[in-house]
């Protein structure tokens, strides 16, 4: 099993950046994908992006060019970087993996992990 546990989400101004960080235990998840969704009140789970065991990224169009996706293996840990914030970008954020490989059509799909975090909670205000 693999517990993942996200942090460092906040309320930030419009224009701001914010790191997210998601700690994995129970297992090494350097050959994992690991992803980032996101869900605001009332919509849909969300891809924001995700990243192969190779290192290759994947994001959504609303994120694209401005988050950025890292991991450290020696950490066992992956990161969210976002930048240039907006109000839109307001969400619990939440960290998944899956130890199966993915094909394009699959990654940005909630049902393609397994393992999920509890969410953290980012305010972006205008």
């Known amino acids: 099993q693999v517990q993942l546990v996200e942090s460092g989400g906040g309320l930030v101004q419009a224009g701001g950046s914010l790191k997210l960080s998601c700690a994995a235990s129970?297992?090494?998840?350097?050959?994992?994908?690991m992803g980032w969704f996101r869900q605001a009140p009332g919509k849909e789970r969300e891809f924001v992006g995700c990243?192969?065991?190779?290192?290759?990224?994947n994001y959504g169009e609303s994120v694209k060019g401005r988050f950025t996706i890292l991991r450290d293996n020696a950490k066992n840990t992956v990161y969210l970087q976002m930048n240039s914030l907006k109000p839109e970008d307001t969400a619990v954020y939440y960290c998944?993996?899956?130890?199966?490989?993915?094909?394009?059509?699959?990654?940005?799909?909630?049902?393609?992990?397994?393992?999920w975090g509890q969410g953290t909670q980012v305010t972006v205000s205008s």
């Open positions: 998944a993996a899956t130890r199966n490989p993915l094909t394009y059509g699959r990654l940005r799909r909630p049902d393609s992990y397994d393992y």
């Open positions: 129970g297992r090494t998840v350097s050959s994992y994908t």
């Open positions: 990243i192969s065991w190779s290192d290759s990224t």
